[in-house]
């Protein structure tokens, strides 16, 4: 973990796929990526609290749900994590 932290780039940032794309379950709920994905860390609906499904995602702001981070996050800041299209840097 912490060869993760000391890897971080901030030049990373700007690949990360959760600033603008989803991973979808096979069920049609929505994640920030397949790393949340994996841990049920699901985008909850802004009001109503439950989780979100793709068939409610055109109708529901999602620039006001802060993305869902924990330490997991560090691979991807360290530019080895998820871009949806292997290692950003
Ligand atoms: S693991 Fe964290 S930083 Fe990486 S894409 Fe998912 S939410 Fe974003």
Same mark, same amino acid.
């Given at each position: %973990? $912490?060869? !993760?932290?000391?890897?971080?780039?901030?030049? &990373? %940032? #700007?690949?990360?796929? @959760?600033? &603008? #794309?989803?991973? +979808?379950?096979? /069920?049609? =709920?929505? =994640?920030?990526?397949?790393? $949340? #994905? %994996?841990? &049920? %860390? &699901? +985008?909850r609906?802004?009001?109503?609290?439950?989780? !979100?499904?793709? *068939?409610?995602v !055109?109708?529901?702001?999602? /620039? $006001?749900?802060?993305v *869902? +981070?924990?330490?997991? @996050? =560090?691979?991807?800041?360290?530019? #080895?994590? *998820? *871009?949806?299209?292997?290692?950003i840097?």
């Amino acid at each position: %973990m $912490n060869l !993760l932290k000391d890897s971080f780039s901030a030049a &990373n %940032m #700007q690949g990360l796929m @959760c600033l &603008n #794309q989803l991973s +979808i379950d096979w /069920e049609g =709920y929505v =994640y920030d990526c397949d790393f $949340n #994905q %994996m841990l &049920n %860390m &699901n +985008i909850r609906h802004p009001v109503k609290r439950h989780k !979100l499904h793709i *068939s409610e995602v !055109l109708k529901t702001c999602l /620039e $006001n749900i802060p993305v *869902s +981070i924990a330490d997991h @996050c =560090y691979g991807c800041t360290a530019g #080895q994590g *998820s *871009s949806c299209g292997g290692a950003i840097a």
